[in-house]
């Protein structure tokens, strides 16, 4: 079963390269208290990915931190030195963006957003979504049906939603 609105978001240890190497993220923490907005994609540096949805929340950072979004936070089945190396190719780091590793696919399956597509290659990936949650609560989710599109989940839809 997949998360929905009025779920709390599940226990999740994510990865992010510090300054010093691997680190690890309490995603219960970091949210805590606090209204964000997560997105999840299938895989870093793929085309709809890299195009179109890491693009899309830059182009409304502002705009959602000012309807009170404090942190915009993506996260896709890699590691952190692929999380690291897209977040500066596509200047999410640049903007403010928190581009977070789900290695091991741990947090994505106790979402239910888990899938696999063995003809390019993804076992274990992130279905595309955005969701906007407070204080750890779902309060909107947007989800793509389709991995290779990006028109709900994208940050222009988001915006629209608050």
Request: hydrophobic residues 45%.
């Amino acid at each position: 079963m997949s998360i929905k609105p009025g779920d709390t978001l599940p226990q999740a240890t994510l990865g992010r390269m510090g300054d010093n190497g691997p680190e690890t993220v309490d995603l219960s923490e970091l949210i805590k208290g606090r209204k964000v907005v997560i997105f999840a994609v299938p895989a870093a540096f793929s085309s709809t990915c890299h195009t179109a949805h890491v693009p899309s929340f830059i182009r409304v950072k502002d705009d959602l931190a000012a309807k009170g979004v404090e942190d915009i936070i993506c996260i896709s089945v890699n590691d952190h030195f692929v999380m690291k190396a897209w977040a500066e190719a596509t200047g999410g780091e640049a903007a403010g963006i928190k581009m977070l590793a789900d290695a091991d696919g741990a947090f994505t399956k106790s979402l239910g957003m888990a899938f696999d597509a063995p003809p390019v290659g993804f076992f274990g990936r992130s279905r595309r979504y955005a969701m906007l949650v407070e204080d750890g609560e779902v309060k909107v989710l947007n989800l793509e049906e389709a991995p290779g599109t990006c028109e709900l989940s994208g940050g222009e839809a988001m915006l629209q939603k608050l």
